[in-house]
């Protein structure tokens, strides 16, 4: 109990999370700023309808091409200097942006901000799995998650109150803020036990331990465990070796969740948000609705780290998935059933067409998409946010977990990447209810399925005990 009650362990989560705070903050960058550019006076700079989705896509192929090279990276500097050396293309990307003299000069910025994201995408829940104790590793490993949303909110507010005053310039600025706090407390946390003990540096394992646990505990004893657990397994997976179970399996099921979480929509609903409440009429101002749904899903993940410690990760996914799975399907059936003149007023329009409908809808039924999604966001916030990167940093083998955390996030981005190119034409093509009724109803069944089948409970287990049961595939492990 009194290891929970340190505070260097939950200082050292915080240094690392404010990567995620930064990865938030760029992601949604190009919401409050494609509009000002579309109506830059210098050609330049200005945004037109080739360029603008680009300049909001080109963030995904930047965040998994920073996944592919933590394939490496986690194994070669280690956790905490792979979220450090993030900040470098993180600074250089807002500095572009912020000076930007041309389209290229923006584009490029998104690419190095994306890709700073995508490192810290692989290496923030890793490290923070490795240095939590078993009793909160839920809870901070949802933190990431949270402070995700955090920094989207922030932006938002800045775009929107500040932009009276301040330009889009100044908002690139001030995307450097949390990368300087970061490496700056990140110089002064510790590195993983884990990884120091993969590289044969066993005081320094020792004294990471005990400034995470705190001296008057018995971190001694879960420093012999992690070490006979480092005996068990060589310090590199083989191509041989992939072909055992104990590898394999929990790669896939890690792999296979984060291919499902991009697949339920989430990325192409929060692109695409004020867009699609412009379509479907609701009832109040698209601007106002979008922060709605953030508050939303910012006290959903809040509620998710408090609980799951309490209730498990399963219970949260069933959940999850089943709540996501309704909204996706009242959504696309008042999509499909809009009354008439709704439909008229908007029959003319794409899903990113900036025309204003020429009036005000006035039955509450427009009330409905507005929920759909605000329950959507909350069923993804309980569950499939957060716990995919928290099962995949869990149940991850050591030997392999940074390859594996790369890979999975090569595929999390490489998905969202082709879903949102797919979105518009699909949309455009066959109408609105397509991808919610046919396709992201479908994937969230698909969601509550694979969680019965493949998923395993890792509530208040150790990482050792989790390796051990894939191992042996005793459940007796996981009891």
Not at 198 to 217: I, M, Y
Request: hydrophobic share 50%; glycine share 8%.
């Amino acid at each position: 109990l009194r290891s929970l009650h340190n505070e260097r362990l939950y200082l050292a989560v915080f240094a690392a999370v404010l990567g995620n705070f930064s990865f938030g903050f760029a992601l949604v960058y190009p919401s409050p700023v494609i509009p000002a550019l579309e109506a830059h006076p210098s050609p330049a700079l200005r945004l037109d309808q080739h360029t603008a989705p680009w300049f909001g896509s080109v963030f995904t192929l930047g965040a998994a091409a920073g996944g592919l090279s933590t394939m490496m990276l986690n194994d070669c500097l280690g956790r905490k200097l792979s979220i450090m050396f993030s900040a470098l293309p993180s600074a250089v990307g807002y500095a572009l942006m912020a000076g930007a003299q041309g389209v290229w000069m923006l584009l490029l910025g998104r690419v190095l901000t994306g890709y700073a994201g995508g490192v810290t995408s692989a290496s923030i829940p890793v490290y923070i799995s490795e240095i939590s104790h078993p009793g909160v590793r839920g809870m901070l490993g949802a933190c990431p998650q949270i402070m995700a949303v955090l920094g989207s909110l922030t932006l938002y507010a800045l775009g929107k109150y500040l932009g009276l005053v301040l330009d889009w310039r100044w908002l690139a600025v001030a995307g450097e803020v949390p990368v300087l706090a970061m490496i700056i407390l990140l110089c002064f946390m510790p590195n993983s036990p884990r990884f120091l003990l993969s590289q044969g540096k066993e005081e320094e394992a020792l004294r990471s331990l005990c400034w995470l646990r705190g001296t008057d505990t018995d971190y001694a004893q879960e420093y012999e465990q992690i070490k006979d657990s480092m005996r068990k397994q060589s310090r590199r997976v083989s191509c041989a070796e992939i072909k055992d179970p104990f590898i394999y399996k929990p790669i896939l099921i890690a792999g296979v969740m984060r291919f499902l979480q991009q697949l339920s929509g989430v990325t192409c609903i929060l692109v695409y948000l004020q867009p699609i409440f412009k379509k479907t009429s609701v009832i109040l101002k698209a601007e106002y609705d979008a922060a709605l749904v953030g508050l939303v899903r910012l006290f959903s993940v809040a509620v998710a780290a408090v609980s799951m410690d309490k209730a498990g990760r399963k219970v949260l996914l069933f959940v999850s998935g089943g709540v996501m799975l309704v909204s996706n399907l009242t959504m696309g059936i008042y999509i499909h059933f809009m009354p008439a003149s709704h439909n008229s007023t908007i029959a003319n329009q794409t899903l990113v067409s900036s025309a204003n409908p020429p009036a005000e809808p006035t039955n509450y039924i427009t009330l409905i998409p507005l929920l759909a999604t605000m329950f959507f966001i909350m069923g993804y916030a309980l569950g499939w946010g957060p716990i995919t990167w928290l099962l995949m940093s869990e149940i991850l083998p050591l030997k392999a977990r940074g390859v594996a955390s790369g890979l999975c996030v090569i595929v999390s981005w490489l998905t969202a990447f082709t879903l949102t190119q797919f979105f518009l034409p699909v949309v455009n093509a066959f109408g609105l209810e397509v991808p919610f009724f046919f396709f992201f109803t479908v994937i969230s069944a698909g969601n509550i399925l694979f969680t019965g089948c493949c998923v395993p409970e890792t509530k208040g287990r150790s990482l050792e005990q989790i390796e051990a049961f894939f191992r042996t595939g005793r459940r007796s492990f996981m009891r």
